[in-house]
């Protein structure tokens, strides 16, 4: 039986990401190896889950990939804010010996964005409702900025 179910190439920001559906998940390529789904669509690397445990149950969550000095960059639209908060995201840097997320982040504003880098930063907006604002999210080197201040 083929173990393979599925395979495309996703061409996304500046990086193109092979991923592969398996009967047991899923696989997306990076500089550094692969980056594996295990049975409940956690991301792993190295065989170990990323913390704080990204969900990616397909190629769809990955919104945009980058190549940076010595990492790899992917923001990843997370589903565990469900129905009530679908706008929520992480960074994920991928380097030759670790595999790192941020914190989850958004405003729970369900709407297309469009991530743009600047050198080594990577930045968004998205509608925050309570503000009646926009919020800038920013990474860069690998900390997370929201509206120009570090986010906990």
Do not use: W
């Amino acid at each position: 039986m083929n173990r393979f179910l599925a395979a495309s190439l996703v061409a996304i920001g500046l990086i193109s990401i092979t991923m592969t559906a398996q009967a047991a998940g899923a696989t997306v390529q990076t500089r550094f190896g692969e980056l594996k789904t295990n049975d409940d669509a956690e991301l792993l690397f190295k065989g170990q889950v990323i913390p704080p445990g990204i969900i990616l149950p397909d190629a769809s969550g990955i919104v945009a990939g980058y190549k940076l000095d010595g990492a790899d960059v992917f923001l990843i639209r997370q589903l565990t804010g469900g129905d009530a908060c679908p706008g929520l995201y992480v960074f994920l840097t991928v380097k030759a010996d670790s595999a790192t997320a941020t914190p989850e982040f958004g405003t729970c504003h369900a709407e297309a964005i469009s991530p743009e880098q600047e050198g080594q930063t990577i930045s968004f907006s998205m509608t925050n409702l309570e503000k009646h604002s926009k919020t800038r999210f920013t990474y860069d080197h690998g900390t997370l900025l929201e509206d120009g201040k570090p986010h906990h």
